[in-house]
């Protein structure tokens, strides 16, 4: 079964939402979660065992799960939100471990009024929004980089306690985008490098592609306009 970040997902009397991300096992390696909501709707995104998932009958890469859209509700929710002070761990539970985060509002920096008044209290707190997985199991998130095949995508694991580790296939090596069939194709991979991950990631994280050495984007990030200039 082919797992494509914005799959159609469709339960067994309804069409459901969409595939948002996967939960995997670090040991096995093996996809245990699916990620699947309702069409831009993540609040409501729900944690469905790989098991009751199959490919759909159709050529669209749907995906089908064994279970009503009613039932869908008895599955976990997946994303929760917290106001924690900086640094507060947002969920204290043996049974889960937090998946992607997201800040939603910063603490505010102190200021001084424009005739020397005295600065604003600031608040510690953060509101934060994050994805509960079973313990010990990662997520990761699914990057699409359309070039090296129309389907192309990379998977990121934000490690909590590390630098981020990318597994980008063949659409990255050191060195230079992975083969594409034409310029226009190249050009799509480039900007989707370019917007989709070195734009968004730093420069410690490190890139492992489907076969040669591995690297960070740091040591390649010079590069960029030259693999632009040259073509491939």
Same mark, same amino acid.
């Given at each position: 079964?082919?797992?494509?970040?914005?799959?159609?997902?469709?339960?067994?009397?309804?069409?459901?939402?969409?595939?948002?991300?996967?939960?995997?096992?670090?040991?096995?390696?093996?996809?245990?979660? #699916?990620?699947?909501?309702?069409?831009?709707?993540?609040?409501?995104?729900? %944690?469905?065992?790989?098991?009751?998932?199959?490919?759909?009958?159709?050529?669209?890469?749907?995906?089908?799960? *064994?279970?009503?859209?009613?039932?869908?509700?008895?599955?976990?929710?997946?994303?929760?939100?917290?106001?924690?002070?900086?640094?507060?761990?947002?969920?204290?539970?043996?049974?889960?471990?937090?998946?992607?985060?997201?800040?939603?509002? %910063?603490?505010?920096?102190?200021?001084?009024?424009?005739?020397?008044? *005295?600065?604003?209290?600031?608040?510690?707190?953060?509101?934060?929004?994050?994805?509960?997985?079973?313990?010990?199991?990662?997520?990761?998130?699914?990057?699409? #980089?359309?070039?090296?095949?129309? *389907?192309?995508?990379?998977?990121?694991?934000?490690?909590?306690?590390? !630098?981020?580790? %990318?597994?980008?296939?063949?659409? %990255?090596?050191?060195? *230079?985008?992975?083969?594409?069939?034409?310029?226009?194709?190249?050009?799509?991979?480039?900007?989707?490098?370019?917007?989709?991950?070195?734009?968004?990631?730093?420069?410690?994280?490190?890139?492992?592609?489907? !076969?040669?050495?591995?690297?960070?984007?740091?040591?390649?990030?010079?590069?960029?306009?030259?693999?632009?200039?040259?073509?491939?």
């Amino acid at each position: 079964m082919r797992l494509d970040l914005g799959s159609p997902v469709r339960c067994s009397d309804d069409a459901f939402g969409e595939l948002a991300d996967v939960v995997i096992d670090p040991k096995t390696r093996c996809v245990t979660h #699916l990620v699947v909501q309702p069409h831009q709707r993540d609040e409501q995104a729900r %944690l469905v065992p790989v098991d009751r998932a199959q490919a759909g009958q159709t050529s669209n890469a749907t995906i089908s799960l *064994g279970c009503t859209v009613a039932q869908m509700s008895e599955f976990e929710r997946v994303r929760e939100a917290a106001y924690l002070r900086l640094g507060e761990v947002p969920v204290e539970d043996p049974d889960w471990d937090v998946g992607i985060e997201e800040p939603l509002a %910063l603490p505010p920096s102190a200021e001084t009024g424009a005739f020397g008044a *005295g600065g604003v209290d600031i608040d510690p707190h953060v509101m934060l929004t994050y994805d509960r997985i079973p313990v010990g199991e990662v997520e990761l998130e699914v990057i699409h #980089l359309r070039g090296h095949t129309p *389907g192309s995508i990379a998977l990121l694991y934000r490690d909590p306690a590390g !630098h981020p580790h %990318l597994f980008t296939g063949d659409s %990255l090596f050191p060195g *230079g985008p992975g083969k594409t069939a034409s310029p226009e194709n190249f050009t799509s991979l480039m900007n989707d490098l370019e917007s989709r991950v070195f734009d968004t990631l730093p420069d410690d994280t490190w890139f492992y592609p489907g !076969h040669g050495d591995d690297a960070t984007l740091g040591s390649e990030r010079p590069k960029l306009a030259e693999w632009r200039q040259r073509g491939w």
